[in-house]
């Protein structure tokens, strides 16, 4: 028995001894915060017949989930690239798949973006080789989540708000504050919902940023600690009327539908479920604090075997038609102007407020939070990585 | 002659041996063992805070955090807190059920009762948690029977892993019981006993053992679920969540495999417990 045990002890204390020798050797500078020195393509060569990608679900649809929706097999003709999907479910999965260095190109959103070029992960992209760049809308053009002093990293793709949704039947009289899921929680106790994921945080910044001035916050994704503090504190009360949160959008719906939840935060496909499946009745607005909101970018990985094929795709699902067809599937603003004029439903562009300026000027787009504010107001904020400590402290 | 035919003999068996051996010791070693060292050492890393990319120095400041940080002390409490209650539930369930199967019933009973456990381990786990997540909805059939329901939390994950994992308790210990010959029953009541003491003093000695397997099943199984609570747990996070939020949400790998020492601790200690019993030697 005795012998079996040390034995065990010196296998293991091997196998402990090999991975730490194999890990040294592939010490990666992991500290580096600058990103990636790679120069843009400067032009466009035949596509190299392959293409691999990690994508939001509903963005690069094949026919596989619904033969009508498929734009994939179009391009593979069009262009001889064979496109490989990998479904990402959230940000941080993306930037996990994108570390791997197998995928050509990512639709990320801004809350992956920043550490993607951070990390060096993608590479600058050369605007002029996609056609199509140039009547994308211009609100989206050289923002701080998808571009690094000037130079886009990525072609935008689409976006949208995440709005307030409440049950009519339960909430009387129509809110138009985030307050109704704060200070006014406690009257649908057990019946609140808010989306599951660190980054909600800003979320309640974007709402203190209003209604406690004095706390100086001025970008929900730029928190000093005190200003963390105050936005966790709020969360921390809000937590007590939750009855569940949600990641899942197909988990909300169900939620909404049961009753389970009655006001929370939501997105426009979800509402657009909801009001098709017309089970329960729901109405969603923009409250007047504003929004946080997404915008993806397609973006191109520096060690792209395929970058050919994915310029390809970049121009490709940002053309009009395609980029009309996608936006429609998932329920959110195309980024391309003129995808309006292709969408089944001609007051689409509409709804989504697609070409509103004004309207996307009121969204603060995830972003990842860091050390060196966003707003580049100074060195002394919070990381994202403390938010997610301060989301699992929130959660208890 | 003869010892060369029997040393060729014993050759050819030890090389069987060796063959049959081989791959599952490999994969004891390679996979399993090797894994958990990764594991191990990995939990003496750290990340890059804004970029998440590993840092390869040792430190031990993860291991520190996860003994000293308020929110996964309660996580564990937690979690060790409804690993027990499930396997607690799924003992009382089982053994009266074990009992009435294996020395009540008829052979076709005792047949459809085994059927009638063991199906539900054909039907996909996500499938049972979203059937008990409507169940247990505000609107749902429970509600309408009862009036009442627990709503989503600590209860539903409790009532949910119990029937997930119910079979895991019931097969051994209805092997046990079956084990237990009928003539030592006869005897102890020939003598005097009672049913009662002939339960307590004949069989349950005897069947403690299987209990002791099925608990083991049913405690690292409740101890390491993380996706029953998402869909019937409303707001509540067990430590496989954590350790999940932690791996993919923080990409903070280190802490993630710190955090995940504590279920290895608590399984190792569950089965060092049940070995003090000398209930391991009877499997």
């Known amino acids: ?270 509402a657009n479920m909801l009001t098709s499946d017309d089970k329960v009745k729901i109405a969603t607005v923009l409250p007047k604090e504003g929004s946080t909101g997404w915008s993806d970018t397609w973006m191109l990985a520096s060690k792209a075997t395929h970058p050919n094929c994915m310029y390809k795709w970049m121009d490709y699902i940002t053309s009009p038609k395609v980029n009309a067809a996608v936006a429609e599937y998932f329920g959110e603003a195309p980024a391309q102007t003129k995808a309006c004029e292709f969408t089944t439903d001609k007051n689409f562009c509409a709804t989504y407020h697609a070409t509103d300026a004004d309207y996307a000027k009121q969204i603060s787009y995830w972003t990842t939070p860091q050390k060196k504010c966003v707003d580049g107001s100074g060195d002394n904020c919070t990381a994202y990585s403390e938010w997610v400590d301060k989301w699992q402290q929130i959660k208890g | 002659m003869i010892a060369a035919g029997r040393f060729s003999h014993r050759f050819r068996s030890r090389l069987s041996l060796a063959f049959l051996l081989i791959p599952p010791l490999a994969w004891l070693v390679v996979v399993y063992l090797g894994s958990l060292a990764v594991l191990l050492v990995s939990a003496l890393w750290s990340t890059d805070t804004f970029t998440g990319a590993l840092v390869h120095t040792f430190t031990g400041d993860n291991i520190v955090r996860v003994v000293t940080d308020m929110v996964f002390r309660a996580a564990t409490l937690r979690t060790i807190g409804v690993a027990l209650a499930v396997t607690v539930i799924c003992i009382a369930l089982a053994v009266p059920l074990a009992l009435y199967m294996a020395k009540v019933a008829s052979p076709r009973v005792r047949l459809g009762l085994v059927v009638a456990v063991t199906t539900p381990l054909w039907a996909s786990y996500l499938v049972k948690a979203y059937a008990w997540r409507m169940l247990l909805s505000g609107q749902g059939p429970l509600a309408w029977v009862a009036g009442h329901t627990p709503g989503y939390g600590l209860v539903a994950v409790v009532l949910t892993l119990t029937y997930l994992w119910l079979p895991y308790m019931v097969i051994p210990v209805f092997a046990a019981f079956e084990r237990v010959p009928n003539t030592l029953i006869d005897a102890s009541s020939d003598l005097g006993a009672s049913g009662w003491a002939t339960l307590r003093t004949v069989m349950a000695p005897l069947v403690f053992p299987g209990i002791a397997a099925g608990s083991i099943f049913t405690f690292s199984l409740s101890m390491g679920d993380y996706i029953a609570v998402t869909i019937v747990g409303g707001k509540t996070q067990m430590l496989g969540n954590i350790i999940y939020g932690q791996l993919v949400t923080a990409n903070n790998q280190p802490l993630a495999a710190a955090l995940s020492l504590i279920p290895l601790v608590a399984i190792i200690g569950y089965l060092l417990a049940m070995r003090r019993t000398g209930a391991l030697e009877n499997i």
């Open chain 1, 1 to 270: 028995m005795s012998t079996t045990t040390r034995r065990l002890g010196v296998t293991l204390a091997a196998c402990a001894a090999l991975v730490a020798a194999c890990s040294s050797s592939t010490n990666s500078g992991g500290g580096t915060a600058s990103p990636t020195k790679q120069e843009p393509l400067a032009s466009i060569g035949a596509g190299e017949g392959q293409l691999n990608l990690v994508s939001w679900p509903g963005y690069a649809e094949d026919g596989s989930n619904d033969p009508k929706v498929d734009w994939v097999h179009p391009f593979e003709q069009e262009t001889g690239c064979k496109v490989n999907i990998k479904i990402g479910n959230t940000s941080d999965e993306m930037v996990q798949l994108m570390r791997t260095g197998q995928y050509d190109g990512v639709s990320a959103s801004g809350d992956a973006t920043l550490r993607l070029i951070y990390a060096g992960d993608v590479a600058p992209v050369n605007t002029d080789l996609v056609p199509n760049y140039a009547t994308i809308s211009d609100f989206l053009k050289n923002k701080e989540w998808n571009s690094v002093d000037g130079q886009m990293f990525g072609i935008p793709h689409g976006w949208g708000a995440n709005l307030l949704m409440y049950n009519t039947d339960v909430v009387k009289d129509a809110p138009d504050s985030w307050g109704a899921v704060f200070p006014g929680a406690p009257e649908y106790k057990g019946k609140v919902t808010a989306y599951d994921s660190p980054i909600y945080i800003a979320d309640a910044a974007l709402y203190l940023s209003k209604t406690k001035p004095e706390l100086g916050i001025k970008n929900p994704y730029a928190l000093t600690s005190e200003q963390l503090d105050a936005a966790t504190e709020l969360l921390k009360t809000q937590h007590g009327n939750i009855g569940e949160y949600w990641s899942d959008y197909t988990k909300a719906v169900q939620a909404f539908e049961s009753g389970t939840s009655v006001i929370g935060t939501s997105w426009q496909v979800i």
